[in-house]
């Protein structure tokens, strides 16, 4: 039984809800009701923890605060999908309360678990009941209520874990599309989970073998390309800096961004109300501690030398992204998220300047993001996550970068292509945004792809293997012949208004045979568009068919 919370038992903590995910992963993605293979909440959760996990692994400190903040800045870089990112907000908002804290009693873990859910809730535009959200926000409720009854800290993740099993429960009716498939939120039940190994943990259990980087899921901390660029000659600056200053004095830190400008690179300045928390690589670590000093006391600092450690660590993650190109800066750049090589080559054609590879299985994290982003030579960057469940990711991104990050929503390939072709590079980046995004939102998405596994939705009996048809997201269809899901798709396509314009990506393993098939269907339902064929090679989708 733990009295308290300290570095070394929060450590275990975590490293339990990292193996306690990862064991049970393919569960969560299991309660997914929709069936179409992707990046499930499983898998997403698993890969947000593991990245916490790696960097706690070789970490022992029995200082709470910085066993805290090194895991949730290890979440917000690895946050994979919407699930992923609204973990690390709970993360984030537990930190924030246990900042200075060399242990949490049973009051400030209950103020940290609330903190981390109002910080999760502020974070997502139309937070939905029968979510995560929603199971964590009860369970800090609880947890503050048996604090307030004095409660041991036990006792009060104990109150917060049976609320949040409740809570879980009742998330099936909070959902109408849950019901229908008589199934619990998979990222709730995942929230469940943790707050379970956690209290194993507090109650003394023994932690079970911790996800090392080789054996959790495969999780590269940035593109292939980024890592072999990153070799120990290329490193300018030796030592990697990073250090927590309470704000005590009336400085603006914005200033700390241009005198870093002058002593190093990979700067990243983030700070609140209270505290700012830096990190940069440099070869005059006093000097940045002397100017850090004129801002207000010095709590936390790490200075490694990157020439003798060039390791996996989250912060060394964050370095890896190569100094930016010599040439002349330009006004605007552009990442897209994106899979398959006839997709790539489009966005390249279109003037994309960084690809990040992702999409349907493969969520990249906000570190992904970011070092794409980084790598771009401009001073404003869009982003086109071109996937609903990459959006928050790479939101997620724009604090940490000093360029002009805007993240464009798209939820599609096609909405993405569309986007960069109504850029305009002498229109204002507000009006871009509004032109880029009115353009995407007029473009119709057809998709053909199949079941992972046997399930029930929207009235549907789902078999695995059974090929859907979607339209804007929407399942309209379902076949055992691959002939009959041609047919389907074309004719749910064929009843879009207003038509000209129609593109059909297909994927790996569709021959040209079976393209111009599409194709002629197609056209028989647009009698007076332009309907043209482009390899995409994209995985999982037959076929990306764009109509505006």
């Known amino acids: 039984m733990s009295a308290n919370i300290n570095g070394s038992l929060?450590?275990?903590?975590?490293?339990?809800?990292?193996?306690?995910?990862?064991?049970?992963?393919?569960?969560?993605?299991?309660?997914?009701?929709?069936?179409?293979p992707d990046g499930d909440t499983g898998t997403n959760m698993s890969l947000t923890l593991s990245a916490a996990a790696r960097a706690l692994e070789n970490k022992n400190t029995e200082d709470l605060a910085t066993a805290v903040d090194t895991a949730a800045m290890a979440?917000?870089?690895?946050?994979?999908?919407?699930?992923?990112?609204?973990?690390?907000?709970?993360f984030r908002g537990i930190a924030k309360t246990l900042k200075g804290a060399p242990e949490a009693d049973a009051a400030l873990w209950a103020q940290a678990l609330q903190t981390g859910t109002e910080t999760a809730y502020r974070a997502v535009m139309k937070p939905a009941e029968g979510t995560?959200?929603?199971?964590?926000?009860?369970?800090?409720?609880?947890?503050?209520?048996s604090a307030?009854?004095?409660?041991?800290?036990?006792?009060?993740?104990?109150?917060?874990?049976?609320?949040?099993?409740?809570?879980?429960?009742?998330?099936?009716?909070?959902?109408?599309?849950?019901?229908?498939?008589?199934?619990?939120?998979?990222?709730?039940?995942?929230?469940?989970?943790?707050?379970?190994?956690?209290?194993?943990i507090m109650r003394?259990?023994?932690?079970h073998v911790t996800v090392s980087a080789e054996a959790a899921?495969?999780?590269?901390?940035?593109?292939?390309?980024?890592?072999?660029?990153?070799?120990?000659?290329?490193?300018?600056?030796?030592?990697?800096?990073?250090?927590?200053?309470?704000?005590?004095?009336?400085?603006?830190?914005?200033?700390?961004?241009?005198?870093?400008?002058?002593?190093?690179?990979s700067a990243v300045v983030v700070f609140d109300d209270e505290i700012i928390k830096v990190h940069v690589h440099t070869n005059n670590s006093g000097t940045v501690l002397e100017e850090a000093l004129t801002y207000g006391a010095l709590e936390t600092v790490k200075i490694e030398n990157m020439r003798l450690q060039h390791t996996e660590k989250v912060m060394e993650d964050v370095a890896a992204a190569p100094a930016a190109p010599a040439e002349p800066e330009?006004?605007?750049?552009?990442?897209?998220?994106?899979?398959?090589?006839?997709?790539?080559?489009?966005?390249?054609?279109?003037?994309?300047?960084?690809?990040?590879?992702?999409?349907?299985?493969?969520?990249?994290?906000?570190?992904?993001?970011?070092?794409?982003?980084?790598?771009?030579?401009?001073?404003?960057?869009?982003?086109?996550?071109?996937?609903?469940?990459i959006i928050m990711a790479a939101e997620q991104a724009a604090p940490l970068t000093k360029k002009k990050l805007i993240v464009l929503p798209t939820k599609s390939i096609p909405q993405g292509i569309t986007a960069m072709l109504s850029f305009d590079p002498d229109a204002s980046d507000e009006d871009n945004r509004a032109a880029m995004m009115e353009a995407a939102s007029g473009v119709h998405t057809g998709q053909m792809t199949y079941a992972a596994r046997d399930s029930s939705y929207d009235d549907r009996r789902i078999r695995e293997g059974d090929y859907l048809s979607l339209v804007d997201g929407k399942l309209v269809d379902t076949d055992r012949k691959e002939a009959d899901a041609y047919r389907h798709l074309a004719r749910h396509m064929?009843?879009?208004?207003?038509?000209?314009?129609?593109?059909?990506?297909?994927?790996?393993?569709?021959?040209?045979?079976?393209?111009e098939q599409m194709k002629a269907l197609l056209e028989k339902e647009y009698k007076n568009a332009e309907v043209n064929v482009v390899d995409g090679g994209q995985p999982i989708y037959y076929f990306m068919i764009s109509a505006e």
């Open 494 to 515: 064929g009843k879009l208004k207003n038509i000209t314009y129609v593109n059909v990506f297909y994927g790996e393993g569709v021959s040209v045979e079976q393209a």
């Open 10 to 36: 929060f450590r275990e903590m975590l490293l339990e809800a990292a193996w306690m995910i990862e064991e049970n992963k393919q569960k969560l993605n299991d309660l997914n009701v929709f069936p179409v």
């Open 204 to 207: 003394g259990e023994e932690r």
């Open 330 to 389: 330009e006004e605007y750049g552009f990442v897209s998220v994106c899979t398959g090589a006839g997709i790539a080559s489009v966005f390249r054609d279109l003037g994309v300047n960084e690809l990040v590879e992702g999409g349907q299985t493969m969520n990249p994290s906000t570190l992904d993001i970011y070092q794409a982003v980084e790598r771009v030579n401009a001073k404003t960057v869009f982003v086109l996550p071109n996937n609903k469940n």
């Open 217 to 265: 899921p495969a999780v590269q901390a940035a593109p292939a390309s980024a890592q072999a660029a990153f070799d120990t000659e290329d490193i300018r600056f030796a030592y990697c800096t990073e250090f927590i200053v309470g704000r005590s004095t009336e400085k603006d830190p914005e200033l700390l961004n241009a005198f870093l400008d002058g002593l190093g690179d």
């Open 132 to 145: 995560i959200l929603t199971v964590s926000r009860l369970a800090a409720e609880a947890a503050a209520a």
């Open 148 to 200: 307030a009854d004095g409660a041991d800290v036990e006792s009060v993740t104990a109150a917060a874990l049976a609320a949040a099993t409740e809570a879980l429960a009742e998330t099936t009716n909070q959902n109408p599309v849950l019901a229908k498939a008589g199934v619990v939120d998979a990222g709730g039940a995942g929230w469940v989970q943790v707050l379970t190994a956690m209290l194993s």
């Open 75 to 90: 979440l917000l870089r690895g946050a994979r999908g919407n699930s992923g990112v609204i973990l690390s907000l709970l």
